[in-house]
């Protein structure tokens, strides 16, 4: 029997019946076509899966669509919106921070989100906040030379009053 739940995905407010064993990664790739959040193992073991809910990352192949009802979910999608990338995605591209992609999405949300919790990381910090994202090609360091490249553009954006580059309103 399905169930109405009502959520905001990238700023954008859905309203819609789900069943009540669908996951949060199911509903964004199958229902809503939004397949920068990947589905790897469905365990919750490689992260790639990883979206922003309530300003927390999480693996959405262990969040029920239900669970997340009322919630406020960032995809990688929401992030650029067309007048630039987000600093962290420009970071990681000008890092070579990106192999195969499979992992990038996740580690760039997850990035993010520590970012929006502490704009000045450590290495220290940094590694822990990626320790659940598992990546087979870079070897970890460039993705952490991508995050704290990200941070230093974080911090003067900040500096200067801007609001960050392709983050919608409302999604931090």
Same mark, same amino acid.
């Given at each position: 029997?399905?169930?109405?739940?009502?959520?905001?995905?990238?700023?954008?407010?859905?309203?819609?019946?789900?069943?009540?064993?669908?996951?949060?990664?199911?509903?964004?790739?199958?229902?809503?076509?939004?397949?920068?959040?990947?589905? @790897?193992?469905? #365990?919750? %073991?490689?992260?790639?899966?990883?979206?922003?809910? =309530?300003? &927390?990352?999480?693996? /959405?192949?262990?969040?029920?669509?239900?669970?997340?009802?009322?919630?406020?979910?960032?995809?990688?999608?929401?992030?650029?919106?067309?007048?630039?990338?987000?600093?962290?995605?420009?970071?990681?591209?000008?890092?070579?921070?990106?192999?195969?992609?499979?992992?990038?999405?996740?580690?760039?949300?997850? @990035?993010?989100? #520590?970012? %929006?919790?502490?704009?000045?990381?450590?290495?220290? =910090?940094? &590694?822990?906040?990626? /320790?659940?994202?598992?990546?087979?090609?870079?070897?970890?360091?460039?993705?952490?030379?991508?995050?704290?490249?990200?941070?230093?553009?974080?911090?003067?954006?900040?500096?200067?009053?801007?609001?960050?580059?392709?983050?919608?309103?409302?999604?931090?």
């Amino acid at each position: 029997m399905k169930r109405a739940i009502r959520l905001t995905i990238n700023g954008k407010e859905y309203e819609m019946p789900v069943s009540p064993n669908q996951t949060l990664v199911d509903l964004l790739r199958y229902d809503l076509g939004l397949t920068g959040t990947k589905k @790897g193992c469905d #365990l919750g %073991d490689c992260s790639s899966c990883t979206v922003i809910m =309530d300003g &927390r990352p999480v693996n /959405s192949c262990l969040v029920l669509v239900v669970q997340a009802n009322g919630r406020d979910i960032l995809t990688i999608e929401g992030l650029e919106t067309g007048e630039g990338l987000h600093p962290v995605q420009q970071s990681f591209t000008d890092r070579g921070a990106i192999q195969c992609g499979f992992c990038t999405s996740g580690m760039i949300l997850s @990035g993010k989100a #520590l970012l %929006d919790r502490n704009p000045e990381p450590n290495e220290s =910090d940094i &590694r822990m906040a990626l /320790s659940g994202n598992l990546c087979r090609c870079t070897g970890y360091q460039k993705i952490v030379e991508g995050v704290e490249d990200a941070g230093q553009k974080v911090r003067q954006l900040a500096g200067h009053g801007d609001k960050l580059m392709g983050e919608k309103e409302g999604s931090r």
